[in-house]
């Protein structure tokens, strides 16, 4: 994609950053406290602590999302993002 003149590998089709990293800045507080807690979790699998939470942090965080992006404090497109990228989760846009 070509922007003011120079060639820019950095961007998508649309124009936007390949590097998606940009879609987790500016999260809500309580977003962010349910999404590091996934990724503690996560951390103590890949370590081979027994954990028996997982299943409540998935659906916290799940639901931090949906909370989010009802209550307009992120963007559908952030939350799809979040959804695919830390739950698993396929996301087909409408």
């Known amino acids: 994609m070509r922007k003011n ?3 820019d590998l950095n961007l998508d089709d649309q124009g936007k950053p390949k590097d998606k990293g940009y879609l987790e ?3 809500p ?11 503690r979790a996560q951390n103590l699998l890949k370590q081979g602590e027994h954990y028996t939470m997982m299943d ?3 659906c916290e965080l799940n639901s931090d999302i949906n ?3 009802v209550g ?5 497109e952030q ?4 959804r ?3 739950l698993g989760m396929e996301v087909t846009e409408k």
Do not use: F, M, P
């Not at 939350?79 to 979040?82: E, F």
């Open 5 to 7: 003149g120079i060639h």
């Open 25 to 27: 800045r500016d999260l």
């Open 29 to 39: 507080e309580y977003l962010q406290r349910s999404l590091a807690q996934w990724v």
């Open 56 to 58: 409540c942090d998935w």
């Open 67 to 69: 909370v989010a992006e």
């Open 72 to 76: 307009n404090e992120i963007s559908t």
């Open 79 to 82: 939350a799809n993002y979040l």
């Open 84 to 86: 695919e990228k830390y």
